[in-house]
T-cell receptor
Framework: AQKVTQAQTEISVVEKEDVTLDCVYETRDTTYYLFWYKQPPSGELVFLIRRNSFDEQNEISGRYSWNFQKSTSSFNFTITASQVVDSAVYFCALSEPGKGAQKLVFGQGTRLTINP | GAGVSQSPSNKVTEKGKDVELRCDPISGHTALYWYRQSLGQGLEFLIYFQGNSAPDKSGLPSDRFSAERTGGSVSTLTIQRTQQEDSAVYLC??????????????????FGAGSRLTVL
């Protein structure tokens, strides 16, 4: 069965620190997609990244970077030089093909607080 | 519309009453999803629509929950005889499921702001 684990329930850091949010997933399939979404206080989830299972290259987008490691079934998210506006709940999610499998399975989320 | 619209944004109801939650997806998005987010919890899948049909309703927690979609657009999630454990934020999302795409799970979902339901 599909499962996503975000072991860090809450993280609090001071502005400008780097922070890494962990995501570990379980799947029996060789073809799947991984996602990160951000949920700011407004409540609306915002898409950050999608990665397919065949692309293990790390990705960097500004202060955000993602480390995909199939060997450890992890898809970790790092924010460099964090800012107060990064405060939000971050969700990692997994989707895999198959009959009826048209849904994302989300982790429990990590609440990130960036203090000024 | 420009984004996914959900109404009401907040609903307080008494135990045993029926409620309807509405979702207006992005124009042209053929796939529509309902998720539930309970306090301090992750997102729990409820149901998925492709057009007006629901190929996957495996997440509906009981027969008190139902959903429909008409005209390939607006969807309504109905909860009958509400219970206190139904209190949660109900999130709707839509995506552009491209014709011929065999794996719709690759689609990026656009979420609405949610409907917060409180059952007293």
């Amino acid at each position: 069965a599909q499962k996503v684990t975000q072991a860090q329930t809450e993280i609090s850091v001071v502005e400008k620190e780097d922070v890494t949010l962990d995501c570990v997933y379980e799947t029996r399939d060789t073809t799947y997609y991984l996602f990160w979404y951000k949920q700011p206080p407004s409540g609306e989830l915002v898409f950050l990244i999608r990665r397919n299972s065949f692309d293990e290259q790390n990705e960097i987008s500004g202060r955000y970077s993602w480390n995909f490691q199939k060997s450890t079934s992890s898809f970790n998210f790092t924010i460099t030089a964090s800012q107060v506006v990064d405060s939000a709940v971050y969700f990692c999610a997994l989707s895999e093909p198959g009959k009826g499998a048209q849904k994302l399975v989300f982790g429990q989320g990590t609440r990130l607080t960036i203090n000024p | 519309g420009a984004g996914v619209s959900q109404s009401p944004s907040n609903k307080v109801t008494e135990k045993g009453k029926d409620v309807e939650l509405r979702c207006d997806p992005i124009s042209g998005h053929t796939a529509l999803y309902w998720y539930r987010q309970s306090l301090g919890q992750g997102l729990e899948f409820l149901i998925y629509f492709q057009g007006n049909s629901a190929p996957d309703k495996s997440g509906l927690p009981s027969d008190r929950f139902s959903a429909e979609r008409t005209g390939g657009s607006v969807s309504t999630l109905t909860i009958q005889r509400t219970q206190q454990e139904d209190s949660a934020v109900y999130l709707c999302a839509s995506s552009l499921a491209l014709l011929g795409q065999s794996f719709a799970g690759a689609n990026v979902l656009t979420f609405g702001a949610g409907s917060r339901l409180t059952v007293l």
